[in-house]
């Protein structure tokens, strides 16, 4: 299935270096919940610190990405 970003979502991965390969990672092995019409995907990738979050929309040929950025609310310091 196609994955298409929103202008939003291109400007979050670029700004927190998160790869788009990493994206399609996270949408194949990532635990998934679904909020409504969203869905959240969640994986940790071990290039980035904080576990990635995705939120999108599932639509009829394609998964639309809202946003993704790094999951830091709730996470301890495992300095």
């Known amino acids: 299935m196609e994955i298409k970003f929103s202008r939003h979502a291109g400007r979050r991965i670029k700004l927190y270096g998160i790869k788009r390969n990493d994206i ?3 949408i194949k092995e990532g635990s998934k919940t679904k909020e ?11 290039s980035i610190k904080y576990p990635i979050k995705i939120v999108a929309e599932l639509k ?14 709730g996470v ?4």
């Open 60 to 73: 009829k040929d394609c998964i639309f990405i809202i946003t993704a950025y790094p999951l830091k609310r």
């Open 24 to 26: 399609t990672r996270i």
């Open 36 to 46: 409504g019409n969203k869905i959240n995907y969640q994986l940790k990738i071990s």
């Open 76 to 79: 301890k310091n495992e300095n």
